[in-house]
């Protein structure tokens, strides 16, 4: 039974460009959520993605945006990339269903220059 | 708002000592979930434990034990006899439900536990 897995591991990206990240769900999962770490801190919730649709969004600006397919694998898409930026983004997943818990993948380090 | 407080940053101990971690939590929510994660060094979050605020029984897993209190709003953890494995740093998390299922974790800064051989 295969878990949550993201891809790429590793990234480093320049001031300015726009970088995607992508994850598939544990399998059986349907809910796929994305959280940024940034070094020494915990994570923090970017937006959670259900039946193809953003459900609920964190206190993250617009230049983050995601998408689901079908299959129930998602993308997180940045543009503008900020030195802030730069952070382990985790993909998690779920069943739809209260309380659920939330399976986490290996992430994803970012590393903007 | 949602709010997890875990005020040890690190803790260091040597092998086969006994360490408690503590979480602190506000919600103003009656039904609610609380969690513990494990991140060792690779960065992947590993699932330890998940409770719901209706069941405030102890549990025990192995070497490890939860102590929830709905009094003093406090999740805490304790590893038994720790291991040089058990390095990591570890986070308590806090979820409310909203409707239509599956609701976003809300993390403490978490505590960073180094056990020396």
């Known amino acids: 039974d295969a878990g949550v897995t993201q891809s790429p591991t590793h990234l480093i990206k320049t001031r300015g460009q726009q970088v995607t990240l992508r994850c598939s769900p544990k399998s059986g999962h349907d809910t796929v959520s994305w959280y940024q770490q940034a070094l020494g801190q915990g994570p923090q919730f970017i937006f959670q993605y259900y039946e193809e649709e953003e459900r609920q969004r964190g206190n993250f600006p617009d230049r983050f945006s995601g998408h689901q397919f079908p299959n129930y694998s998602s993308e997180l898409n940045v543009n503008a990339l900020l030195l802030g930026d730069s952070a382990l983004y985790l993909c998690?997943?779920?069943?739809?269903?209260?309380?659920?818990?939330?399976?986490f993948g290996p992430g994803t380090r970012l590393l903007v220059l | 708002a949602q709010k997890v407080t875990q005020a040890q940053t690190e803790i260091s101990v040597v092998e086969k000592e006994d360490v408690t971690l503590d979480c602190v939590y506000e919600?103003?929510?009656?039904?609610?979930?609380l969690f513990w994660y494990k991140q060792p060094p690779s960065g992947e979050l590993v699932f330890l434990i998940r409770r719901n605020s209706f069941d405030e029984q102890n549990e025990i897993s192995g070497r490890y034990s939860w102590n929830f209190q709905k009094s003093t709003s406090s999740f805490n953890f304790t590893i038994t006899a720790s291991q040089v494995v058990d390095s990591a740093v570890y986070f308590c998390a806090l979820s409310e439900p909203r409707m239509g299922g599956s609701e976003k974790l809300v993390f403490g800064k978490g505590t960073k536990l180094t056990v020396n051989p």
């Open positions: 919600t103003r929510d009656t039904t609610y979930y």
């Open positions: 998690a997943s779920s069943l739809v269903k209260a309380g659920e818990t939330q399976y």
